[in-house]
Nanobody, 126 residues
């Protein structure tokens, strides 16, 4: 059974950095697309970043380009989301998600993903 476990969230001031981690288990992920999404109170879940595990090709939402990166460590079965220059509008619950290689849909649609973690809270104070 595929499982995703996020960690690394917290309360920080604007301008600070955090690194989120997502440990995946229960499958072989070399052909998966891994995504990060976030959801703020009262808002829709939105795409943040994604990475194709095999090629390392990465994609970012415009709102985080230049501040966030995404990477994966196959030896540790972990996907990372380093976040720099955090802003109050980055405050949200951040979710890690996995998209199977044959699943339909694009990398930025939450409905395209097959497995989800429980989320980790990121709060940025001004």
């Amino acid at each position: 059974q595929v499982q995703l476990v996020e960690s690394g969230g917290g309360l920080v001031q604007a301008g600070a950095s955090l690194r989120l981690s997502c440990v995946v288990s229960g499958g072989t992920f070399s052909s998966y697309t891994m995504g990060w999404f976030r959801q703020a109170p009262g808002k829709e879940r939105e795409f943040v970043a994604a990475i194709r595990w095999g090629s390392g090709t990465a994609y970012f939402a415009d709102s985080v380009k230049g501040r966030f990166t995404i990477s994966r460590d196959s030896a540790k079965n972990t996907v990372y989301l380093p976040m720099n220059n955090l802003k109050p509008e980055d405050t949200a619950v951040y979710f890690c998600a996995a998209k199977r290689p044959l699943s339909s849909g694009n990398y930025y649609g939450s409905e395209s993903y097959d497995y989800w973690g429980q989320g980790t809270q990121v709060t940025v104070s001004s």
